[in-house]
């Protein structure tokens, strides 16, 4: 298949969320959660990243996980994302969504309203990631089989984002 100069120029012209969907957010969510303490996993549990923080390593024993944050990754379905985090905050300490700048900028007072109402965060993903709407803690009922699944995949995230391996 060759390229031709329009095709490559629309493709570098557009948006990359747009062009690549949910997928582009990936880099950039992964980023903040490292830098806040996390090692984040993909698709784990029908969520797009759970990010664990874990406790000090001594020795060859798996350490403590000590919380557990799940991201929804969505580029515009406002009652999916928010059905989703609430699912999601019965079994984890943090449920967030993360979309596009572009559309929360574009939001309405009444669906922040329903972010907040659920207790669900509201990540804004551009160049980088900020929080839009603080979450309320959830459930935290996530289970050692959680936290050995977390720890077995931790070496997902490494800086890169290629060959992500789904659960079975």
């Not at 698709?43 to 403590?64: L, M, Q, Y």
């Not at 459930?139 to 992500?164: P, Y």
Request: aromatic letters at 8%; glycine letters at 8%; one cysteine or more.
């Amino acid at each position: 298949m060759t390229t031709t100069p329009d095709a490559l120029a629309l493709a570098t012209d557009r948006n990359p969320i747009e062009w690549y969907g949910e997928r582009a957010m990936r880099k950039a969510v992964c980023e903040w959660l490292v830098s806040i303490g996390y090692v984040p996993v993909f698709e784990v549990w029908n969520c797009d990243i759970v990010a664990g923080k874990w406790s000090e390593r001594t020795g060859r024993a798996k350490p403590s996980l000590l919380s557990a944050i799940a991201v929804e990754l969505k580029l515009d379905d406002v009652a999916g994302v928010i059905k989703q985090c609430k699912a999601a905050r019965l079994r984890y300490d943090l449920a967030f969504a993360a979309m596009p700048e572009e559309r929360v900028d574009r939001m309405r007072e009444d669906t922040i309203g329903k972010f907040v109402e659920a207790g669900v965060g509201l990540l804004e993903v551009g160049e980088s990631v900020s929080v839009k709407i603080e979450p309320l803690p959830g459930e935290s009922l996530w289970s050692g089989k959680t936290a050995n699944t977390l720890w077995r995949r931790r070496h997902e995230w490494s800086g890169r984002l290629t060959q992500v391996r789904k659960l079975r």
